[in-house]
């Protein structure tokens, strides 16, 4: 069946412009998690949703990030007035349910690069 | 607070020989413990879980994972390495209060032919 989809797998765009990257979970899927992963670096957790409770956003490195998950569903990050150390691949992950017991699966990820 | 610690950078290996990743934890109570496995360009894929119940699990692609509650330890092994193996290796915890996921910071998996 079809995984979790993110696009665009590639965005290159200058320091100070809004960036918006989109992840589709799995179908069904009613937990949803954006993460960063920097070069050379472990996976930083940025904001997890959850059905239709409030999304935890305690990894937003800062308010120029945001994110929404509209329907239950599809996902948006939005980064604005992007700076340099925003360059970063940012892995969306969906799971069935949150009591932890299943496993994340992964979409391939979006590389940003700011110029 | 959770944590992860995965003590080597690398791990190299020759094919047909052992393979260990280790993997330390840090957490308040039971501990939910994952294995993934990430290729080059790609997200990661999951190897296999800690729940409940026996120490030794198994997941995909021949690994194994043993649960030691009292040296807070979930290593990963595989009997005998495959050169396709070759990858970066994340172990993760979730506590089960606050249900989020820690990863380590991940070990470069080369096994040579």
């Known amino acids: 069946g079809a995984g979790v989809s993110q696009s665009p797998s590639n965005k290159v765009t200058e320091k100070g412009k809004d960036v918006e990257l989109r992840c589709d979970p799995i179908?069904?899927?009613?937990?949803l998690y954006w993460y960063r992963q920097s070069l050379g670096q472990g996976l930083e957790f940025l904001i997890y949703?959850?059905?239709?409770?409030?999304?935890?956003k305690s990894g937003l490195p800062s308010d120029r990030f945001s994110a929404e998950r509209t329907g239950g569903s599809v996902s948006t990050l939005t980064i604005q007035r992007t700076q340099q150390e925003d360059s970063a691949v940012y892995l969306c992950?969906?799971?069935?349910?949150?009591?932890?017991?299943?496993?994340?699966?992964f979409g391939d990820g979006t590389r940003l690069s700011i110029l | 607070a959770q944590s992860v610690a995965q003590p080597e950078d690398q791990v190299n290996v020759a094919e047909g020989n052992p393979l260990t990743v280790k993997c330390t934890y840090s957490?308040?109570?039971?501990?939910?413990l994952f294995w993934y496995v990430q290729y080059p360009n790609r997200g990661l894929q999951f190897l296999l879980k800690y729940i409940t119940g026996d120490n030794l699990v198994k997941g995909s692609y021949g690994f194994e994972a043993e649960f030691n509650k009292s040296q807070t330890s979930f290593h990963l092994k595989k009997p005998s390495a495959l050169v396709s193996d070759s990858a970066l290796y994340f172990c993760?915890?979730?506590?089960?209060?606050?249900?989020?996921?820690?990863f380590g910071a991940g070990t470069t998996v080369t096994v040579r032919a």
């Open positions: 957490v308040s109570g039971n501990p939910y």
């Open positions: 992950a969906s799971s069935p349910h949150r009591d932890g017991s299943e496993p994340q699966h």
């Open positions: 179908s069904g899927h009613t937990a």
């Open positions: 993760a915890v979730i506590s089960r209060r606050d249900y989020k996921l820690s």
């Open positions: 949703f959850q059905g239709n409770s409030a999304p935890d």
